[in-house]
């Protein structure tokens, strides 16, 4: 079973930094793109950071210039480099990625797996 772990959240001041961390695991195949959504308090969920199995990265708008995405490959782990936090980034931090399963005698198409959520709380 394929599953998405995330880790790495906490407590920070304004202007701090913190460092999360997206590790896949289970029957994998393959990974396409990986990336960062968040949702505050009584808000949607929005689109943060996203990096594709090249490399090729987005981000949006709020938080271009602060925060960097990368991965992993061979540790199938994604990560997200969180500088000069505002109060605004408090939220809860979901991992997303496309994989492809491993089947025994089969090959399947890629599946959208989303993680627990990890808390990031920024105090002002």
């Known amino acids: 079973q394929v599953q998405l772990v995330e880790s790495g959240g906490g407590l920070v001041q304004a202007g701090g930094s913190l460092r999360l961390s997206c590790a896949a695991s289970?029957?994998?195949?393959?990974?396409?793109?990986m990336g960062w959504y968040r949702q505050a308090p009584a808000k949607q969920r929005e689109f943060v950071a996203s990096?594709?199995?090249?490399?090729?990265?987005y981000y949006a708008d709020s938080v271009k210039g602060r925060f960097n995405i990368s991965r992993d490959n061979a540790k199938n782990t994604m990560y997200l480099q969180m500088n000069s936090l505002k109060a605004e980034d408090t939220a809860v931090y979901y991992c997303?990625?496309?994989?492809?399963?491993?089947?025994?005698?089969?090959?399947?198409?890629?599946?959208?797996?989303w993680g627990q959520g990890t808390q990031a709380t920024v105090s002002s």
């Open positions: 289970g029957r994998i195949s393959s990974i396409n793109a």
């Open positions: 997303n990625a496309q994989i492809r399963p491993l089947v025994p005698g089969t090959v399947v198409g890629f599946k959208d797996y």
């Open positions: 990096i594709t199995s090249a490399g090729t990265i």
